[in-house]
């Protein structure tokens, strides 16, 4: 005889109709992603900063050119925009047309602005909501039951068999490579000068420093142009390095970050270890340990990292959640608490560390050997 199901509890009429809205919010958040995607494709915040930062319905319809037919369908797209928090609503005008405004979210995404602070990130949206990125997420249930030996590869490396940010990426789609470099560049590069201003003793009395994975240098330029006594150097991928401008500024250095990290009296990653599993993130640290002195001689690793925690509030822990679910279905790295980073310094044969600010989802991290 079937053993017999457990009893469930009943919610209240109250808690059923709000049960049943949470549904249709959670089953649906991908239609707000889709909504962004599309203001991205279509140029919205960029025709909005365009037209002073403030726009009418119909002053947009006609900076975008869209047909006069599909005007009111745009009202409702920045309708769901406005309450998703991706633009502000503006009142009205003297017409009494509903204005939209940017805030700061969409001013991230307007292209095409010359200013040393400002990165747009178009192309971390547009890589986010790829089709590739979506169908490796539709198979996550598929890729809990394989069991597997060995390194565990992620969603995406199961779903495409292809890695991010290698050439494997290139052979699948290439314009899908290129939106992830660009996406990850954007992405990294943002908030910049926030680290120079809250963190300008963090590179205080340093002689030297290498920055792993450093792109084209724009971090390791904010430095220099901050603290012009560093000497930086950039060490990343021979595919990157070749397309860096040659300068006097910065030193690139093509390699890679397992094998070798140039000397210096600090070593920086800043957006790194979050994409690589634990095991990997040990050995990039032991390369990062190798190349600096002693903390008497003012050697030190700089991580700038995600660092998880709650107490940042229900949004910010929300953000650092996805990305770490972002992590879990792209990469075969994760986010990671104060207790995990801890763990890996230690497993690395590092002696201390101190977490010098926390700048939004991000920590400031100084680990000693």
Do not use: M, W
């Given at each position: 005889m079937a053993?017999?199901?457990?009893?469930?509890?009943?919610?209240?009429?109250?808690?059923l109709l709000q049960a049943q809205a949470d549904l249709w919010r959670h089953t649906l958040y991908y239609l707000t992603s889709m909504g962004l995607r599309c203001a991205v494709k279509l140029g919205i915040p960029t025709a909005m900063h365009n037209l002073g930062g403030v726009a009418s319905l119909p002053d947009l319809a006609a900076a975008l050119s869209i047909p006069a037919s599909k005007q009111p369908f745009l009202g409702r797209l920045m309708r769901a925009l406005v309450t998703s928090g991706v633009f502000a609503a503006?009142?009205?005008?003297?017409?009494?047309?509903?204005?939209?405004?940017?805030?700061?979210?969409?001013?991230?995404?307007?292209?095409?602005?010359?200013?040393?602070?400002h990165h747009s990130q178009t192309s971390f949206v547009l890589a986010g909501t790829s089709p590739h990125y979506m169908e490796a997420a539709l198979g996550m249930a598929d890729w809990f039951k394989k069991d597997v030996t060995g390194p565990v590869p992620s969603v995406f490396e199961d779903v495409h068999s292809a890695s991010l940010f290698d050439e494997t990426t290139a052979a699948l789609d290439p314009e899908l490579d290129a939106l992830v470099?660009?996406?990850l560049e954007a992405h990294d590069n943002l908030g910049i000068g926030t680290i120079m201003r809250e963190c300008h003793d963090l590179f205080k009395g340093l002689?030297?420093?290498?920055?792993?994975?450093?792109?084209?240098?724009?971090?390791?330029?904010?430095?220099?142009?901050a603290h012009p006594h560093v000497k930086c150097t950039v060490l990343d991928l021979p595919k990157v390095i070749e397309k860096t401008?040659?300068?006097?500024v910065v030193n690139y250095v093509a390699g890679d970050l397992f094998h070798t990290v140039p000397k210096a009296q600090a070593v920086m990653l800043k957006l790194v270890l979050h994409h690589w599993s634990d095991d990997d993130c040990v050995k990039i640290l032991t390369q990062c340990k190798n190349a600096i002195p002693s903390r008497e001689e003012g050697g030190k690793v700089i991580v700038i990292d995600i660092l998880v925690e709650p107490s940042l509030g229900p949004v910010m822990f929300e953000a650092q959640t996805l990305m770490d679910m972002l992590m879990l279905v792209f990469t075969r790295?994760?986010?990671?608490?104060?207790n995990d980073w801890r763990d890996l310094f230690m497993k690395a044969?590092?002696?201390?560390?101190k977490i010098i600010r926390k700048l939004g989802a991000r920590g400031v991290i100084e680990v000693y050997k």
């Open positions: 053993a017999q199901a457990p009893a469930i509890e009943v919610p209240t009429d109250a808690e503006g009142g009205k005008d003297d017409s009494g047309a509903e204005l939209f405004r940017l805030n700061p979210l969409s001013r991230v995404l307007v292209d095409g602005v010359d200013a040393d602070e470099t660009e996406g002689e030297s420093l290498t920055d792993c994975c450093g792109g084209d240098g724009k971090t390791a330029r904010a430095i220099t142009k401008p040659s300068d006097c790295g994760r986010q990671r608490s104060e044969g590092f002696t201390d560390y």
